[in-house]
């Protein structure tokens, strides 16, 4: 696989420079530019295949997820700031990443390498019956396909707020339904066909999508007022994952 191509968006210049030397230490990613202001970016964007954005959020010309909204084809995207508050949104929008600064390089290398197996998967021949969605708008690529009792159930990706587990079964909740749909199906399954960025394991008995989070506790997350507790061995990942 040919270099991950990418541009950094930063209004700090020494926040591009750390950003800058870490791509430098990566053989599979490859510099393009870097820019201060946001809207000087978009002819790069637009003319060349840029694969990846390193993008600010809290910028005076405009704010990094505003910015992102406005793009019509947009690139894979990691949101880097200096404040937590809003990675709940950046998920929403379909972050590869959310990474807090200052930026440890181990969590910018979990990152990148999160991004290369996206791109990786994009570039291959469809041969399943899961598509997940990264800031593709090719409505195909939105949902999975789940056996229950007799039948295989298409469910959008965007409408599953969590899964539970229940012995050899997994209770798949759907946003405005009473009723979960039961599937004779492992997690390591489940969350093979789903996307990563997405997802989150958070207990031995629980996956949540991040998008659907309306708050999170201490020791749990709230979905739909349903309180969903977060495992002790998995406290790290998940709130690493939203820059916590």
Known sequence: MKRM??????????AIDVLADYCQK?????????????????????????????????????SGIDFIKSLDNKPMFIFTTAYSQYAVEGFNLNAVDYLVKPIPYNRFIKAVSRAKEILTYKKKPV??????????????????????????????????????????????????SNKAILTLMSFKEMLDKLPSNQFLRVHKSFVVNVTCIKTVQRNRIVINDIRIPIGESYKASFFAMLGL
């Open 5 to 14: 191509t990418c541009i950094i968006i930063d209004d700090e210049p020494l």
């Open 26 to 62: 990566v053989d599979f990613i490859e510099l393009k530019s870097s820019f201060t202001n946001p809207l000087e970016a978009i002819s790069t964007i637009q003319e060349e295949k840029i694969d990846l954005i390193f993008c600010d959020i809290d910028m005076p010309q405009i």
């Open 127 to 176: 041969s399943s019956n899961v598509f997940p969605s990264y800031g593709d708008t090719n409505e195909s690529q939105k949902y999975i396909f789940v056996k229950a009792e007799y039948e295989s159930i298409k469910i959008d990706l965007n409408e599953i707020e969590y899964i539970q587990g229940l012995k050899d079964y997994l209770k798949v909740h759907i946003a405005g």
